[in-house]
Every structure is written in C-alpha cells, then in structure tokens.
C-alpha cells in the first residue's frame, strides 16, 4: 500500500507540473464557462452539465490518453516495468489519479456555474450526479486508452482525440440540443458514447434524480467502457513504437 500510494502522489504531481495537463483541465473549463455565459447566458442551467461532460469527454479522450503517452514516451513506463512493482499497482494509480483529476476538473464546472449563474445544486443532486460523472470518465479514459495503444506519438494521440471530441460535442446533446439535429442522425445520437453520460448526469444535477432511462443509459456505458478497455489493454505497449 505504501508502494502504491508514493506512485500516486507521484504521477500525480507529475501531470500537475504539465502545463498541457494544467490549462486543459483546469483553466479551460472555468474559461468555457465564460464564454457559454456570455453567449448563452439564460441556458447555463441546460449547459453546465454539458460542460461537465463536455470537458470529461475532453479529458479522457486526450488528457488522459496524452498523460500515457507522454509516460511511454519519456521511458516511465519502462523503467516502472523494471521495478518490482505489481502492474495492477500501475494501472490502479493511473486509474484514480485521472479520476481524480477528472472529479476536480468537474467540481471547478459546478461551482462556476453556482457562483456565476445561480445553477441550482442541492446535495441530493451532487451526491446523484458525482456517481454518473465517474462512469463517464472511467468510460471515456477506456476509450482514450485505444487512441494511446494506437497512436505513435503524443501529439498524434491529442490530434486524433480532439477530432473525436470536437465531432461528438455538437452532436451528443451537450451544446445543442437533440431537437435541433436532423432527423437521421437523432436516430444514431442515442447510441454515442456521450450521450447517455450527459442524460445521466444532467437529470442528477438539475432535477435530483435518476433519468427515467438511467439503466439503459449505464448499460450502453457498461458496453463502451469493458470493450474499450478489452482493446486497449490489447493494445498497450511499455515502450513507444519503434
């Protein structure tokens, strides 16, 4: 347990001496807050939980996947392979290194939007919507896992996430809602990995309670989640491709 928890306070303060990490996940979500509020400032209840996950999906797609490669990149990875230590202790102080990051990311989000635009949070909400929050990140950063086992270098592995994360943001009800989609993709929308988590997370958030198709929703994530991380585990590699 010592082992483990020196690792974690380790890469933890590694990826806070990152300015990539830094700007991206801490400075550019109060910064989104901003501007959605200046532009849309009568929605910012409809869109802070957007941001959230918006910036979840951010995170896992390029943030965490970025960390990993930037870890194999720069030999961590290989001389933690050389060490005695388990590789479950690695992966288990990835893992909830990234959650915590992501859990900070998302507080920063809440509480811009109760402090600059009165979104109206009780606990019941929080205590609902932190639960969704964190199945969203676990299956976004399983997903940003197949873009580090695939990609070459770190800035191909931010290329290939943000196009991923700029397509479904305006399209996976964050930004715009499903009503203003054409009718053919409203039909596909349903299926994409960010939409049940935005589903989730704003009913918890906003209304306190469980979306009425809450199961349906986790299940999908469930899907998403156990086949990225079957494939990226496929794909993980302790040293960066020749």
């Not at 690792?7 to 109060?30: C, D, E, Q, S, Y």
């Amino acid at each position: 347990m010592k082992r483990f928890l020196i690792l974690t306070k380790a890469i933890f303060l590694m990826h806070l001496r990152n300015g990539f990490v830094l700007f991206w996940n801490f400075a550019f979500p109060a910064l989104l807050m901003l501007i959605y509020g200046v532009v849309m400032s009568q929605y910012m209840d409809y869109m802070t939980p957007g941001v959230i996950v918006l910036n979840a999906l951010s995170f896992g797609l390029v943030g965490s996947s970025n960390m990993m490669l930037e870890m194999r990149e720069k030999s961590v990875l290989r001389r933690m392979q050389a060490s005695p230590l388990p590789a479950g202790q690695l992966i288990g102080s990835y893992l909830l290194v990234n959650l915590l990051i992501g859990i900070l990311q998302s507080t920063l989000i809440i509480i811009a939007g109760v402090l600059l635009y009165n979104v109206p949070v009780s606990a019941l909400s929080l205590a609902l919507a932190y639960p969704m929050i964190l199945a969203g990140l676990l299956a976004f950063m399983a997903l940003g896992g197949i873009i580090s086992g695939v990609a070459a270098k770190a800035g191909t592995a931010t290329a290939v996430g943000m196009t991923i994360y700029s397509s479904l943001m305006f399209i996976s009800d964050m930004v715009f809602p499903l009503d203003m989609l054409p009718n053919w993709l409203r039909s596909v929308v349903p299926y994409l990995p960010a939409y049940p988590v935005v589903q989730l997370v704003r009913s918890a958030l906003l209304e306190a309670t469980l979306d009425p198709n809450w199961v349906t929703h986790l299940l999908l994530l469930a899907v998403y989640g156990i086949g990225a991380t079957f494939i990226a585990a496929k794909l993980f590699r302790w040293e960066p491709k020749a």
